[in-house]
């Protein structure tokens, strides 16, 4: 009989037998198969954390003790238990987010999505419980070994420290992974403890022997489990690291056998101070696609053959990431003081086939953006040109750095992100539209947005050859569009892609907004609405071009797939108003909310930026009708003809 149908809540574990428990955790593998291999999704992860996330919801009190977990791209079992098992829209609009989500249910916590910040909610939620008389609620925070490499758990460890008397429980769920196998220091110091052989045989034979003896030597080995843990930390050196924190420490234990888990968990839950228990997992377990996948052991996956794992009407076309990553390896061959970096996405942002060429020029710094540009600004200093891949959405945690570190130091840095703007089913943290507002705050720096592959490989050329500044490439995810050639490029690079017939609307296009400008041109044309299409190339600072084409036009309208409060669009208007063109501006972008998970063409028509949708607003306005324009421009309502005309005599 399948267990897993009359799973509804976390109580529902509570009569569960050893054997039942693992037939539940074989159900939850065959479900998570099945559901995302149509869906699409993080498979691996959530693979890898079936028994602990079972055996969390059997020892503790969700919601009354709530579970924070890091990323939370592993909380699809998370999801299960706590009566979500409705998967077929995972990701899709209408259907369970691909993380935590607050309005899903009151399990869920924290919905960021962006890595090693749980303990530091954990710290945040234990004190509160601590100082408002709940001392009796535990708080459980579960972080990868990956998040590990990021500098603000150990912000957070420092400071748990500070107050022993709370009930927290830190779950380190150690598969040797984040996107990829983790590296540096604690990666190869973790590395260590999981393949110490003494560990293991001293550990199985202990669980043995304790079994075999039977129910009443079970009691005395819960008795003496944490002693025992205390002896295999010092074996295995972990005391070393944790000691000095004031931190208890429990483990490493086997993240997939049940006993070892409920034994270890009830002991931590039982501390009432901070601890630490470490749980050693397989990214992917139960699955052999996955476990066989060196790459990233299906981390996330799109439509797969539920069998094979082989990918689904994936499709072909060149990907944005593709491009960037070809013309990065010409570069570097060209220039030896080309050197790569990231945080620990070498292979989601295109860095491979450079790191197989020149390995000696890649730096993966982990999960640690801040550090990553810093150290960025010192390698320019010494004479280098890094390129920093990361994806848009996590340029925000590097802000300080870009500022304060490379900006002011006149660093010659080179960001590339990618997925920027809206990405679609990821939700709300990995829309990457806030790069443009935030880093244009920057002085002197200077952002491209290409608007094909063409574009992309020039426009990395130009920003790679700027040393004095930092620079930004920022291109979306998915497929590249096609390849739009201009009629006329001007002085400062700008690209015209067409001309009206008169010269009654500019249309700036930012990036591969450009193709949604062109329909919006043929469109209005069709009305008599004579208009004009450019190609900024480098959106900031705005060109001179760009002024002077306004100077020319009845209305500007600017199209780009980030905020439009503070965005590219916000900046061509200020520089009109301080060049004295007084020509109406409407800026057209995402408003300044966070997106739910959707298809990016359903967050952009949600957003009015569809062909249509424009058109008609600026038809409205340019033929004078009553129709009110969807975003009226703060500098008024448009002229007519007969008003601009005679403006313009």
């Known amino acids: 009989m399948a267990l897993l149908p009359g799973i509804h809540g976390p109580r529902d574990l509570d009569g569960l037998t050893p054997d039942q428990l693992r037939q539940l955790a074989a159900e939850v593998r065959s479900f998570l198969i099945e559901k995302v291999s149509r869906t699409g999704g993080h498979l691996g992860p959530n693979l890898g954390v079936v028994e ?66 749980s303990l530091s909610w954990a710290d945040g939620v234990s004190r509160a419980f601590s100082r408002t008389g709940r001392r009796d609620r535990h708080v459980i925070a579960v972080v990868g070994d990956g998040a590990l490499t990021g ?4 912000e957070a460890l420092n400071n748990i420290s500070d107050d022993n008397e709370r009930n927290l429980v830190i779950v380190v769920n150690d598969n040797g992974r984040s996107y990829a196998p983790t590296i540096g220091g604690m990666a190869r110091y973790l590395n260590r403890v999981r393949t110490n052989d003494a560990y293991r045989t001293l550990h199985r034979g202990s669980d043995t022997l304790f079994r075999r003896l039977g129910p009443a030597a079970r009691a005395v080995y819960r008795g003496v489990r944490g002693g025992t843990h205390g002896f295999l930390s010092r074996f295995t050196n972990n005391e070393a690291l944790y000691s000095n924190l004031d931190i208890k420490y429990l483990g490493p234990i086997d993240g997939h056998d049940f006993e070892s888990l409920i034994e270890t968990l009830e002991l931590a839950k039982s501390y009432g101070a901070p601890v630490i228990v470490h749980a050693i997992t397989d990214k992917g377990s139960g699955y052999a696609p996955a476990m066989s996948d060196e790459a990233d052991q299906f981390h996330a996956v799109g439509k797969i053959d539920p069998v094979t794992g082989e990918a689904i009407g994936a499709g072909g ?17 060209e220039r030896d003081d080309i050197i790569a970096m990231t945080a620990a996405m070498l292979r989601p942002t295109g860095l491979q086939q450079f790191a197989e060429r020149f390995p000696e020029r890649v ?43 490379v900006a002011l130091h006149k660093a010659g840095v080179t960001f590339v992100l990618d997925r920027a703007g809206v990405t679609g089913p990821d939700g709300p943290s990995h829309h990457g539209i806030w790069d443009l507002a935030m880093l244009q705050l920057v002085p002197g720096i200077r952002i491209a947005a290409p608007r094909d592959a063409a574009r992309l490989r020039e ?25 739009v050639e201009a009629v006329e490029r001007l002085h400062d690079g700008v690209d015209v892609l067409s001309r009206g017939a008169s010269e009654d609307v500019l249309l700036v296009g930012i990036g591969p907004m450009v193709h949604l400008a062109l329909e919006v041109a043929e469109r209005l044309e069709a009305q008599g609405i004579g208009a004009t299409v450019i190609d900024p190339r480098w959106a900031i600072p705005v060109q001179p071009s760009v002024i002077e084409l306004a100077r020319e036009h009845r209305l500007v309208i600017t199209i780009e797939d980030g905020i439009r409060v503070g965005g590219v669009g916000t900046r061509v208007r200020q520089v009109l108003r301080e060049a004295g063109v007084d020509t109406a501006v409407d800026e057209l972008g995402i408003p300044d909310e ?20 424009i058109a008609h607003d600026v038809v409205a306005q340019v033929l004078g009708t009553r129709v009110p324009m969807a975003r009226q421009t703060p500098t008024g309502s448009i002229p007519t003809i007969e008003e601009w005309e005679k403006s313009r005599r």
């Open 459 to 483: 426009e990395f050329r130009e920003a790679t050859a700027v040393e004095d500044a930092p620079t930004v490439v920022r291109y979306p995810k998915g497929k590249v569009n096609a390849d």
């Open 594 to 613: 966070f997106i739910d998970h959707a298809t990016r063409e359903q967050i952009l028509e949600d957003a009015g930026l569809t062909a249509s949708k």
């Open 52 to 117: 602990l996330t079972i055996a969390l919801h059997k020892v503790f009190d969700s919601p009354s003790d709530p579970i924070i977990f890091d990323t939370g791209h592993q909380s699809y079992v998370h999801k299960m238990l706590t009566g979500r098992q409705d998967f077929t829209a995972l990701r899709s609009r209408g259907g369970l987010a691909g993380y935590p989500q607050r309005a899903e249910s009151e399990h869920d916590v924290v919905e960021s999505s962006h890595a090693s910040s």
């Open 317 to 333: 076309g060149l990907q944005w990431t593709d491009v960037f990553a070809e013309e990065l390896t010409k570069v570097g061959g």
């Open 151 to 154: 500098g603000m758990t150990w």
């Open 363 to 405: 730096y993966d710094v982990g999960i640690a953006e801040q550090h990553a540009v810093a150290s960025a600004a010192g390698l320019a200093f010494g004479g280098l040109h890094p390129v920093v891949a990361i994806y848009a959405t996590f340029m925000n945690r590097a802000f300080d750095q870009v500022m304060m570190d």
